[in-house]
């Protein structure tokens, strides 16, 4: 059986221990907070890595805009719909999400602040934003170059905001959440951060949306 992306890339050497760092420090960083279902997974791809971050038994829903990592997606999430996540499905707006995971998305998206906005207004009173993006340090730009001229050819020229700090996702992300937790990892290259909802903010700007 054809395996997809993600499943290939956490199990074989090297891009192995890049994406299980990620997904273990995500975990342990996790069990600080209060995680509860439904998650929403924005960018959720072929569904892989937000399953082995919260387990088998968390109803997840997944959004992608990629048709092939969709069709793998169904496999493992509970709901997958086919859309960018800046035109997302009424289905999905008429809900409150519990968890929301941007995961190595929103470098992908060109205006990043519309997900942001589109997140808050998806997230439950008390629920938690997980995002998790690459810093465009020297070093990581090294390695994305090595690995689009690769393996990971698919990626290139798919990033269309690029993060040169966390303060520079801290400023967006602080319009609508209050930052509860931050980490970088894999040398600099990756941060991770899990933030509440800013609830003040968030009801001020529903009807922007």
Known sequence: MRKSYYELSTTRFPSKYWHMKIINTARIM???QRVAGPILDLGCGDGVRVRLIFGEHIEIHGVDNDPEMVEFAKKRLNKV????VENIPQEIL????NTIVLMESLEHIPNVETVLKIANKLLADNGLLIVIIPLETVLFRIIWWLWTMTMGKRWRKTHLTRFKSAQQLFSMLENWFKILD???INLGCILITICGK??????ADITRI
Do not use: T
Not at 94 to 97: E, H, I, P
């Open 182 to 184: 931050y980490k970088k």
């Open 198 to 203: 800013n609830v003040s903010e968030s009801r």
């Open 30 to 32: 996790l069990i600080r």
């Open 94 to 97: 008429d809900n409150k999400y």
């Open 81 to 84: 719909y086919l859309s960018s």
